[in-house]
């Protein structure tokens, strides 16, 4: 029993529409769940920069409140300790959240360099602080603004390229359509030029002989 190529392509063009379509619900699933990555990895960079600046504020009006201080005599210990309560608070709060949001083992090496540079240099900071040596303070702080742009760099390059597995996905996507297309048309062509050659002849109309 003669098969006719072009009936072959009605299964198989509905195979493959089944398998693109799950492909590609499955490739939507990963793109929405990987731009809400980047979505909170901008938010992560935002509250970063706005923790750095709080930090770098609150150091430098400690100091130069300590200035203040050691200019008028240093009177009144601490009433001059209460006036500066709240920066205190704010540069530790800010030094908390600064530390919690960065890695120190992040899997760049160059970055995490850039991230242990970044948190010794706080801590400097801190130290010189509890030490009271403001001035000291305020010079490595004025640092840290200079420290916190190769590490906001890099994180702002990875939410422009998008996740590893999102950059995966869609470049095996790109393949599997392309792959896709060829091999659908590579089926056709043959399944046209098969058609021909497997027509039935036609038997011949028998002529009668004329009788002498």
């Known amino acids: 029993m003669d098969v006719n190529p072009p009936n072959l392509l009605i299964p198989a063009g509905v195979i493959a529409a089944a398998l693109i379509a799950g492909f590609f619900s499955f490739l939507n699933l990963v793109i929405s ?13 935002d509250k970063l920069r706005e923790d750095v600046s709080k930090y770098v504020a609150s150091i430098t009006y400690l100091a130069s409140a300590n200035d203040t201080w050691i ?3 240093r009177q009144d210990v601490l009433k001059h300790y209460e006036a500066m309560r709240s920066s205190f ?3 530790s709060q800010a030094f908390t959240s600064i530390a919690l949001r960065l890695n120190p083992s992040d899997s760049n090496s160059a970055t995490r360099q850039k991230i242990q540079e970044f948190l010794a240099a706080m801590s400097a900071v801190r ?14 702080a ?3 603004s200079e420290k916190m742009q190769p590490i906001l760099k890099y994180e702002w390059e990875r939410v422009k390229k998008g996740e590893l597995i999102y950059r995966v996905t869609r470049a095996a996507a790109i393949l599997i359509v392309v792959v896709g297309l060829l091999a659908a048309s590579l089926f056709a062509c043959q399944a046209y030029v098969r058609v021909p050659s497997e027509v039935p002849a036609q038997p011949r109309s028998q002529v009668p002989s004329a009788q002498p």
């Open 33 to 45: 769940k990987e731009q809400k990555v980047s979505e909170f990895r901008q938010a992560w960079i």
């Open 142 to 144: 004025d640092t840290l």
């Open 89 to 91: 608070n704010e540069a």
């Open 71 to 73: 200019g008028q005599g």
């Open 127 to 140: 130290k010189a602080v509890r030490d009271d040596k403001y001035d000291d303070a305020r010079e490595v």
